[in-house]
């Protein structure tokens, strides 16, 4: 089977400037559903056909009324103690705030309309009550009641969820195991779920790519270093030189298909032309874990950190920027440090990054600076990785800032470099994600 090739590759240092195989399980559906479709005003609701082992749509599974509306806006979904709070992106105006405790993560869905927050030992799905539904050449828009559903996706120790290529992929480092979806049918309680299992439990990640195979990590609780793509439930691609594996984002593809990063302790590997390559590092330890890709741009964004003994954290100013077409790592020095959550990218592939200064650095693939924009107070990390701080997410030409120490989040137009808005919060924010109304696959990343 094809192994990992060793390709030449260079390494730019820089200050900143301003210019084996899976076992295959059952199929079936989730513990509980919702609707998650909108209908336009003619035609009735899509629902994936129900497999044998699905069950009928009962009472407490009745999909939530949905009213059509002349527009929708944007939707910035927070999790905070003791609940999710949410706000028109636009104005401010706090339209729902859901109680639950624990500490929730949050993802979004794929569909445009819902969010899947990691909760213990499951996948809640939050519905954020918006839609816009593609209807020839014009949309439909709904909105919905605001809140969490009954649907809920078995994952002991739930980790991440990767959409791509129209798919929604869960995984759960407890068990090793990954649950698999069409997007559009998230909140769809006939939907058909596909069910893997790595070998052993550990914390990992998958997606499925384009040409339908599946890309999984391997491993266990106490190492992990391989990283298979799968077809037809055998192993065509494989790598076993990213010690450390964590974080992954996908890149624009090439002919041949799909192109994607994951972070390493020994420098990045890009899966490009159905083959493996090592993306070159100066450092013996460079852990880029945190990486930050845009479907339409060949370069990934990461973190850069080579202490591995930083105690409590490493308070890294270097970014890197991989070139998955050539396996080169660029570093930008930032002058200021960043943490995981400083990381996003535009809409037109743009390279965000929120540092200690307080400044939202807007970068282009060339490493350049477009805007160093003032947003929050100057803040430090704290200690432990689970404590608010700031973050950001972009959608549509907008950054989202959150400031935890103040309690706000503030709108950044990318292409001015202004901060337009800054909204209070009555909550301090842990994590958000933007909900556009729009299905990933008719939106640019960001």
């Not at 799968?230 to 593809?253: F, I, K, N, Q, S």
């Not at 003994?309 to 020095?333: C, G, K, M, S, W």
Request: a negative charge; charged letters at 20%; aromatic letters at 4%.
């Amino acid at each position: 089977m094809p192994r990992l090739s060793t390709s030449s590759a260079t390494i730019h240092t820089r200050p900143l400037t301003m210019t084996t195989p899976l076992r295959l399980l059952a199929t079936g559906v989730a513990t509980t559903g919702l609707l998650g479709l909108a209908a336009c005003a003619t035609t009735p609701p899509t629902a994936i056909a129900p497999t044998a082992a699905s069950s009928p749509t009962t009472a407490e599974e009745t999909p939530r009324p949905q009213k059509e509306v002349s527009s929708i806006g944007p939707r910035l979904v927070i999790a905070h103690d003791g609940g999710l709070l949410t706000l028109d992106a636009t104005t401010g105006e706090i339209v729902a705030d859901v109680a639950h405790p624990g500490f929730l993560r949050l993802n979004n869905a794929g569909d445009g309309r819902h969010v899947l927050v990691s909760d213990g030992d499951v996948f809640r799905l939050f519905d954020a009550g918006i839609q816009a539904r593609a209807h020839g050449d014009h949309h439909h828009f709904y909105t919905s009641e605001i809140g969490l559903t009954r649907t809920t996706f078995l994952a002991p120790h739930a980790g991440y969820v990767v959409t791509h290529a129209g798919r929604t992929t869960l995984f759960a480092d407890g068990t090793g195991s990954i649950q698999v979806m069409d997007a559009r049918f998230v909140g769809d309680p006939l939907r058909h779920v596909e069910h893997h299992a790595t070998d052993a439990p550990h914390h990992g990640v998958a997606m499925v790519l384009a040409d339908g195979s599946l890309l999984t990590t391997q491993g266990t609780e106490d190492e992990r270093r391989t990283v298979q793509v799968l077809r037809d439930g055998a192993v065509v691609a494989e790598t076993t030189d990213c010690p450390g594996v964590h974080g992954e984002a996908a890149a624009a593809p090439t002919a041949s298909g799909d192109v994607v990063a994951l972070g390493c302790t020994n420098g990045p590997v890009v899966l490009r032309d159905g083959a493996w390559h090592k993306v070159a590092v100066p450092d013996a330890y460079a852990r880029s874990g945190n990486l930050f890709g845009h479907e339409a741009s060949s370069v990934v964004l990461g973190d850069y950190k080579v202490d591995p003994d930083a105690d409590p954290v490493e308070r890294p100013t270097r970014i890197a920027l991989i070139d998955t077409r050539t396996n080169e790592l660029d570093l930008v020095d930032l002058g200021s440090p960043y943490w995981f959550r400083s990381f996003a990218r535009g809409s037109q592939g743009e390279a965000l990054v929120l540092t200690y200064d307080g400044e939202l650095k807007v970068l282009d693939e060339q490493g350049s600076v477009r805007h160093e924009v003032p947003v929050i107070a100057p803040w430090e990390e704290k200690a432990r990785w689970q404590d608010p701080g700031p973050l950001v997410k972009a959608a549509d030409g907008l950054a989202y800032v959150t400031d935890a120490a103040a309690h706000t989040v503030s709108v950044v137009d990318l292409s001015s470099g202004t901060v337009t808005a800054t909204h209070q919060l009555p909550v301090t924010p842990v994590e958000m994600v933007v909900v556009t109304g729009h299905p990933e696959t008719e939106r640019p990343a960001g």
